[in-house]
């Protein structure tokens, strides 16, 4: 067999570099696309990523109690009512039309169940730059008009809905004398009809601890309004 020309064997060579650097180059390209798109994302997409983390409590924790300002001028906290066996704390709102659906809800429920020892504690998350008809003034019209016999309380600088991982209004947590949460989630099975209903999610609840039950379902998916907030 004959060599091969020393010309021929450079030019391969040669072949093979460029090849090789075309790769490494299409590589590096594609690398940089990439970086570019993660860099490129506007803050309103980081922060989305970021919200996915899932926070606040979860069924079995221990909640903190809190100190709101109420729509009667009045500081109020879950240490102050007296021979509650447990709470039903609904993060709720004025202006969202699925927390007006369920505000003749709320207080028939209130009617029932308070003189059982398990009252209604309604907050208002949103933030009022965010949503002016939620500013403490409206509360307090709303809850004149509609004659709330619960407490209507505002979650002023936005510091108690994220520790209890509220996103929706009406958003429930029913805690249990000792403050433990045991069912957080929806009302009931249908919040457009009062009469269609046929899951009463959170009155079950209540009675199962009633009964000195677990609520079965203890958690359900929270429908409704996203809370308004304009903190970045």
Known sequence: MKNVPNFLLV?????????????????????NQDNTKIVNQSPKAVKASMDMKVTGYAV???????????????????????????YVITFTCNHCPYSVM???????????????????????????????????GEMKKRAMEKAFPFNYLFDEGQKIYPQYG????PHVFLLDKDLTVQYIGAIDDNARD????KIKYLENA??????????DP???????????????
């Open 11 to 31: 030019f391969c060579m040669l072949l093979l570099v460029a090849c090789s650097e075309n790769s490494v180059s299409d590589t590096s390209q594609k690398n």
């Open 60 to 86: 079995g924790d221990k909640a903190t109690d809190f100190n709101l300002k109420g729509v009667d001028e009045k500081m109020h906290s879950l240490a102050g009512m007296d021979d509650a066996k447990g």
């Open 102 to 136: 369920y505000e003749d809800r709320l207080i028939e429920l209130h009617k029932k169940y308070a003189a059982q020892g398990y009252p209604v504690v309604a907050i208002n998350p949103n933030d009022p730059e965010a949503q002016p008809k939620d500013g403490f």
């Open 166 to 169: 509220a996103t929706r209004t």
């Open 194 to 197: 009062a009469d269609g209903v």
């Open 206 to 215: 209540i009675e199962a601890l009633k009964k000195g039950e677990k609520p």
């Open 218 to 232: 203890n958690f359900t998916k929270a429908i409704g309004c996203s809370i308004k907030t304009v903190k970045s």
